[in-house]
């Protein structure tokens, strides 16, 4: 046997059989929708799965088997248009074919050597969010693989702008990964209180500051995970730049709003950004696995993310070249943004407009019907897609009841919140194929007493 002859991985001689078909079939299926889900049970998963990995292997058949009778069916359906916890994801058809289509090509998108075309057609996106943002000229970015990472690789390039300076203004609001990050990079977070509207802005952050001057950076969110508000960034700029700071926006679940006209002018003060970030995996309906990072001055950035190496400095023979791998953490990497760039170039601009719009007008249309209820009330009106709100009596445990009995019926995935300290109920709205009918299911779970009353019982 030759040695091409034994490899049944590759080319001709795979063993993989019919597996496209089985494959297309079943992402065709998954385009069409998908429920909610189901948690999975790590018993009953660790006894199935056991012994799936033999000598001989499988075969297609029976490890297909695996895959659609065990591990397929026990997830939530994270893209599902009744998820409406966390931040959802609804990935367009066209993305997730190109997504797959980037799987098979594995263009080398971590550096121009490798993936001009696929890095080319991410910087298109780029451009467009840069252009959007009013970022000026020179500005530069790339895609990561989703915002920890790139809220990660924006706060160590401000870290090494301001030697001796350890301290970051964040607010109360900020997301996890912002936390996280300062802790990994070294850096220390100044927490800044946010008043009753969760809006973080320059007076606050003048107020926590006072009269320190070791601040190195100041990080604002373009649309808070929890609430969905838009900081002001205009002043929280102004207080950085007072300070001497760089400014990051983290913009991975809103900023993609700023595409819209009437929601511009929310976002103004992005363009004095430093640096942001938005993920296209959220609102921009990529799959999962996608950030783009932009740096107002991306020399900055390459100075502090370029690896060196003798097998890697080929990359950079030309002193131009535009590697996304010198502008964040990442060196290998999928070409996260081609699937946004093609769906974009696909449907144009006005369609993913107004898929973002579906979910804000879902959004208010839970809100009014949630003001209108004697036993529900908001704690805020929505800004973006997230809405929070209380119900009469209702507190931790109960809130849960409702997760678990909308999970189990159905009806929804949702993820109960805390305001300031107290259980609220919190729901997001992404997926343009959520159905209108689901505001009236909603409400029908928080007034009338069948759905939570059947768990608790
Ligand atoms: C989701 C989110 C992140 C983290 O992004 P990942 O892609 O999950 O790593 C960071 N910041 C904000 C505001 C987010 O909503």
């Not at 895959?67 to 599902?80: E, L, M, R, Y």
């Not at 974009?344 to 879902?362: F, M, N, Q």
Request: glycine share 10%.
């Amino acid at each position: 046997m030759t040695r091409s002859e034994s490899d049944v991985l590759h080319g001709a001689q795979h063993s993989a059989d019919d597996l496209d078909q089985r494959a297309v079939a079943w992402i065709r299926d998954r385009l069409t929708g998908t429920g909610v889900g189901v948690l999975g049970e790590r018993a009953w998963l660790d006894k199935n799965l056991a012994g799936s990995i033999t000598d001989k292997g499988l075969g297609v058949a029976d490890a297909w088997k695996v895959f659609t009778d065990v591990v397929a069916p026990n997830n939530i359906g994270v893209d599902s248009d009744r998820f409406l916890a966390f931040i959802p994801l609804s990935p367009s058809v066209a993305s997730v074919w190109m997504d797959a289509v980037c799987s098979a090509a594995n263009f080398g998108a971590e550096s121009w050597f490798e993936g001009a075309g696929a890095v080319s057609a991410e910087n298109q996106v780029i451009d467009l969010l840069i252009r959007s943002a009013g970022t000026p000229a020179g500005a530069a970015g790339c895609f990561m693989s989703g915002g920890s990472i790139g809220n990660l690789s924006a706060l160590a390039v401000a870290r090494d702008q301001a030697p001796g300076r350890r301290v970051v203004v964040v607010a109360d609001t900020a997301h996890a990964s912002v936390d996280n990050a300062l802790h990994i990079l070294g850096l220390e977070a100044l927490e800044v209180p946010t008043g009753p509207d969760c809006r973080l802005t320059g007076e606050a952050i003048r107020a926590t500051v006072g009269e320190r001057r070791d601040i190195a950076a100041v990080v604002a969110a373009g649309g808070s995970t929890n609430a969905g508000v838009v900081d002001d960034l205009a002043t929280c700029a102004d207080a950085a730049e007072e300070l001497n700071a760089w400014f990051h926006v983290d913009g991975a679940y809103g900023l993609t709003a700023m595409l819209l006209p009437e929601l511009r002018a929310r976002f103004n003060g992005i363009e004095r950004a430093d640096s942001f970030i938005v993920d296209p995996h959220k609102w921009m309906f990529a799959p999962a696995g996608s950030c783009a990072l932009v740096y107002k001055q991306p020399w900055l950035a390459r100075a502090v993310h370029t690896q060196h190496g003798p097998y890697i400095d080929v990359l950079r023979t030309d002193d131009d070249a535009y590697n996304p791998c010198d502008l964040g953490y990442q060196l290998t990497r999928r070409s996260s943004g081609l699937p946004v760039w093609f769906a974009l170039a696909l449907h144009g601009l006005d369609a993913h407009r107004s898929a973002i719009r579906c979910g804000l007008a879902l959004a208010k249309r839970m809100a009014a019907a949630l003001d209108a209820c004697p036993i529900t009330e908001l704690v805020m009106q929505p800004e973006l897609g997230v809405v929070l709100f209380r119900r009469d009596g209702w507190g931790k445990s109960e809130w849960g009841d409702w997760a678990a009995a909308l999970l189990r019926d159905g009806i929804a995935f949702v993820a109960p919140s805390t305001y300031r300290g107290e259980p609220i109920g919190r729901l997001v709205f992404m997926h343009p194929s959520t159905p209108d009918s689901i505001v009236d299911e909603l409400m029908a779970s928080l007034t009338g007493d069948s759905l939570v009353g059947d768990t608790a019982r």
